[in-house]
């Protein structure tokens, strides 16, 4: 932020951030698309609060995608969106992963598309003598003795003449292993049938031709239609997924040669042991060296390429991986994650289907907003919520979201909106879109705290060693939980790290005092000098448990024994661990509340968040002084003092208590803001004053009317109704002494799923996520009361709310993956009402 901004002008910036810094509504063409539509769908988006659209071909498409008339769609959808002021993402492809540019590569280059080396043949012999016919993609044989389980390797040019001799007389396993093309997966919009499969081939990531052409198909052909736009209305590109989902290793045609000019030595022979059940230590390394290879090819040709255009262009490259979640899977599949991502201008996740919930402890989030601090990149993109189900509510929307603000997460892409249309929370949407553009927002203007690096493993899970990197996952985890912050790295983000003094600075601007590592295998040459300079520097190195075993240089196959120990401490537990880094926040005695600092300019922003279902009441400390504390207030989108910090003069304290689920904004600064009203309720406890669960009046409709205590609608007979209800209830107050020094509120911790509150016909406002509570001390009067409220649940009823309707979607699951997953989601959603207790609560 610019340093002449002052604290005032961002408090009332928040109410209009730009549209950069919106939430990104997931514009999906399907079907047949017209202007009328195209405006009327604008509308609804821009209505919502979205200020920026990711444009995407969806299924049966008509204009069809990549034809002149989809091109001129996609020109007149940039040129009414730039007239309602919202700015435009285009998909790269129809629909993902992306590289296959339709049906382009089938049709046009088919020699250029996406190829594995594979077993491609199997069968068993009897005796010492194969017949074979080698063609031009033979690698070569893997033969397996079955009766004593040895394995021998044969390269093409032992049975070059169409006979193997094998070493002597037995049974066999051969596997004949060649290179042929072979693609990921593909879900292309013009399918026939919709399936996601291998039809449409992807190009050959590895072939710097093959992807230039991807780029001359898709890129520059935007670029003539809509070029114009680029940098202006158009801010960038999104790709999706680019992987090897493949049952074999990913190849291109001069990969051996490039192999041998990197690392030294000839891989063709070591290609058949690859495909063997168990590796032995030799040829771990040399696949690992092998991944090292094609991985870096890939960052190069793929990532690197359509980044260079897009920078050239005035244009944003936005891609995610697949599995972030499932590291393990992610290298088998892309490589590595780091080095990937030095080609993204904002590093991206994919958080699709409950990767993040309230039963995880996810932690690859951290990932892409590691890359964005080093790199000194100002925002971190999550595609979220694809197959969360119909029936997610609003709370737990904020949730997810919450979860990975709490991790620097601040740019979302997301259709969630538009799928939702019958949502009978809807109505709410434009809150909760507010709600996260605004604390987009104030992530995007500010900078990371972060004091520690964490080292992440990429060369042990090449060479198969993933216990280094479940290790720095538990480290990461079990720091965020301590309220201490960090950053990932591995050995591709050293060009970005300089060590100055006792600290390493990355980009001249972001500061480390710390380096933690797992225990690992494999360290490489160029981060073990680097650790070795900065620990003779002054510099705190921690090892977790164990230091490295082996150092090695271009080439796994060349290591020596890591026996440079005193370069760091060795801690044996995440306890002894968490007592050696220095926290600048403390929430005492809480393990639930996420807490992320960040600075705008010389002022402290602090993102605190309880992701637990109980309440916290404590403490937190601020590990610096600054005169003035502001707490963001939801609701009315506005800063308040907090009147109940105490100080030393060196650091700062506040008694705080947390809803569960709730967040809280502060800002520390020593600027003095005229006109802030002062709040005294950060660390006040809640107090029942009035019990309200019995002898309501429950509308299901106008003529239909139920007397009950407080239950689920499932209870009441109504259990597949989705919509609105409506509870009454008379009741009568005395509390003199409430009513003239106390602030009260109603209280409705278990609405399912959000509501609406009138009391004594004013009406109140509505809640749809926690705190679930309405100021109602001026509407309470001394004697009869009457309390509306209406309540809100979510689709999944009306969706699952029978046997029968249950049923059928089940079988309906069993053709359709995606189905089964959000089927299993929704069902978790269909209990429904307003349960209790409901209450009338002071704070002391």
Not at 146 to 174: C, R
Not at 701 to 727: A, E, T
Not at 761 to 771: D, I, N, T
């Amino acid at each position: 932020m610019n340093e002449s901004i002052k604290l005032s002008s961002l408090f009332d910036e928040i109410n209009n951030p730009p549209a950069t810094a919106s939430i990104i509504h997931w514009w999906i063409f399907s079907d047949e698309m017209n202007e009328n539509r195209i405006n009327a769908e604008l509308d609804y988006i821009s209505n919502l609060g979205f200020k920026q659209v990711l444009i995407a071909a969806g299924h049966n498409v008509s204009p069809k995608y990549l034809t002149h008339g989809w091109f001129e769609m996609v020109k007149f959808a940039v040129v009414q969106a730039k007239k309602r002021g919202v700015k435009v993402w285009i998909a790269d492809e129809g629909t993902y992963p992306s590289g296959f540019a339709g049906e382009t590569f089938n049709k046009k280059y088919p020699h250029k598309r996406m190829k594995a080396i594979i077993v491609e043949k199997e069968f068993i012999i009897e005796g010492n003598l194969c017949e074979v016919e080698p063609h031009s993609g033979t690698i070569g044989i893997l033969a397996k003795d079955m009766n004593q389980n040895k394995y021998f390797a044969f390269e093409k040019f032992e049975f070059s003449a169409g006979f193997l001799y094998l070493p002597y007389h037995s049974t066999w396993q051969i596997k004949v292993i060649s290179s042929a093309y072979r693609t990921s997966p593909t879900r292309y919009v013009h399918h026939p049938t919709g399936a996601k499969d291998t039809t449409y081939s992807l190009c050959d990531y590895l072939d710097y031709e093959a992807v230039n052409l991807f780029i001359s198909e898709v890129y520059e052909r935007y670029k003539a239609y809509i070029g114009e736009e680029f940098g202006k209305t158009i801010i960038g590109f999104f790709a999706d997924e680019p992987d090897y989902s493949i049952s074999g290793i990913p190849y291109t045609d001069n990969i051996f040669n490039i192999f041998y000019n990197e690392k030294g030595y000839d891989v063709k022979k070591y290609i058949p042991y690859f495909f063997k059940e168990q590796l032995d230590e030799e040829i771990k390394r040399v696949k690992a060296d092998y991944w090292d290879v094609w991985s870096n090819i890939f960052t190069n040709t793929f990532f690197k390429q359509i980044y260079k255009w897009c920078e050239a262009n005035g244009l944003k490259f936005v891609v995610h991986l697949n599995h972030e979640d499932k590291i393990e899977h992610l290298t088998k599949s892309e490589g590595q994650f780091f080095s990937h991502m030095k080609y993204v201008h904002i590093p991206a996740i994919d958080v699709i289907w409950r990767q993040i919930w309230y039963d995880k402890k996810a932690i690859f989030p951290k990932y892409a907003s590691s890359v964005s601090h080093i790199k000194n990149v100002a925002q971190t993109f999550s595609e979220s919520f694809a197959v969360y189900g119909q029936g997610i509510s609003v709370e737990q929307i904020k949730w997810v979201v919450d979860y990975q603000f709490a991790m620097d997460i601040n740019l979302f892409l997301t259709s969630i909106f538009k799928y939702l249309y019958d949502h009978p929370q809807n109505y709410f949407f434009p809150e909760v879109i507010k709600y996260i553009n605004t604390i987009s927002y104030l992530l995007y203007v500010s900078t990371p705290c972060t004091k520690a690096l964490v080292y992440f493993p990429t060369p042990d899970l090449w060479a198969g060693e993933n216990m280094s990197a479940s290790k720095a996952m538990e480290i990461g985890n079990a720091l965020l939980e301590n309220q201490i912050d960090f950053d990932f790295f591995d050995h591709s983000l050293l060009e970005y790290l300089e060590i100055k003094n006792h600290r390493i600075y990355a980009n001249n601007r972001k500061e480390y005092d710390i380096v933690i590592l797992p225990p690992i295998k494999y360290l490489p040459q160029d981060l073990f000098r680097f650790l070795k300079l900065f620990s003779s520097k002054g510099g705190k190195i921690i090892f977790f448990e164990n230091s490295p075993l082996f150092v090695y240089n271009k080439t796994f196959t060349s290591f020596f024994h890591f026996v440079d120990r005193e370069m760091g401490v060795i801690v044996d537990s995440i306890e002894q661990l968490s007592k050696m880094v220095e926290k600048d926040i403390t929430v005492v005695d809480s393990r639930d509340v996420r807490v992320l600092h960040k600075r705008i300019e010389g002022n402290h922003l602090i993102f605190l968040f309880n992701d637990s279902s109980t309440s916290f009441l404590g403490k937190i400390i601020l590990e610096f002084y600054k005169k003035n504390v502001y707490i963001w207030d939801q609701m009315r989108n506005k800063f308040l003092m907090a009147s109940n910090i105490r100080s030393n003069g060196n650091n700062i304290q506040l008694d705080l208590y947390m809803h569960p689920y709730q967040t809280l904004v502060l800002i520390a600064s020593d600027e003095y803001v005229d006109g802030i009203q002062k709040t005294d309720l950060l660390g006040s406890l809640p107090r029942t004053v009035l019990e309200l669960n019995d002898n309501w009046e429950i509308h299901f409709d106008k003529d239909f009317v139920l007397f009950s205590d407080l239950k689920d609608w499932q209870s009441l007979g109504f259990g597949d109704y989705s919509g609105s209800v409506v509870y009454r209830k008379i009741f009568s107050f005395f509390h003199d002494d409430f009513i003239k020094n106390k602030h009260l509120f109603l209280y409705c911790p278990n609405v399912k799923y959000s509501a609406k509150v009138w009391l004594n016909k004013r009406y109140l406002g509505v809640r749809a996520f926690s705190p679930f509570m309405w100021d109602i001390t001026e509407a309470l009067k001394i004697g009869e009361n009457e309390l509306v409220i209406e309540v809100q649940n979510t689709p999944a009823a009306a969706l699952l709310g029978t046997q029968e309707q249950l049923e059928k979607l089940r079988k309906e699951a069993e053709k359709n993956f995606y189905l089964s997953i959000s089927l299993k989601f929704d069902l978790e959603m269909v209990q429904s009402g307003l349960l209790p207790p409901v209450t009338i609560v002071s704070f002391e």
